[in-house]
Nanobody
C-alpha cells in the first residue's frame, strides 16, 4: 500500500503562483510514474502533468509553459509549480502515483484562482 499526502493548495489572484507537494509513504519502492490531475465542478478529472521515474514529462497544452512538475525520488515526493494562474485553473488537484502494486491517489487539494 501507498499513502499520499498533498499540501500547498489555496486561494490566489490571477497571475499568481502556487506550489503543490505530494509525499508518499508505505510501499514506496514500487513507484513509477507520478502525476497531477485536476477536477473542476461539473467536469471530468483531467491530466495536468506526469513525470516518469527517469524524468520524462508530459503536459497538456492548457498548462504547458505555466506549470512545472518535478520529483524527488529520495523523498518520494512530487511537486507542481504553478505560475501565471488563471481562473480556469480553479479545481481540486489530485496527485497520482502509478506503482507496480497499484494506482494511488491523494486526497485532493483545492486551488482557487480569483479574477
Amino acid at each position: 500500500q501507498v499513502q499520499l499526502v498533498e499540501s500547498g493548495g489555496g486561494l490566489v489572484q490571477a497571475g499568481g503562483s502556487l506550489r503543490l507537494s505530494c509525499a508518499a509513504s508505505g510501499s514506496t519502492f514500487n513507484i513509477n510514474t507520478m502525476g497531477w490531475y485536476r477536477q473542476a465542478p461539473g467536469k471530468q478529472r483531467e491530466l495536468v502533468a506526469t513525470i516518469s521515474r527517469v524524468g520524462n514529462i508530459n503536459y497538456p497544452d492548457s498548462v504547458k509553459g505555466r506549470f512545472t512538475i518535478s520529483r524527488d525520488n529520495a523523498k518520494n515526493t512530487v511537486y507542481l509549480q504553478m505560475n501565471s494562474l488563471k481562473p480556469e485553473d480553479t479545481a481540486v488537484y489530485y496527485c497520482n502515483f502509478f506503482t507496480t502494486i497499484g494506482n494511488y491517489w491523494g486526497q485532493g487539494t483545492q486551488v482557487t484562482v480569483s479574477s
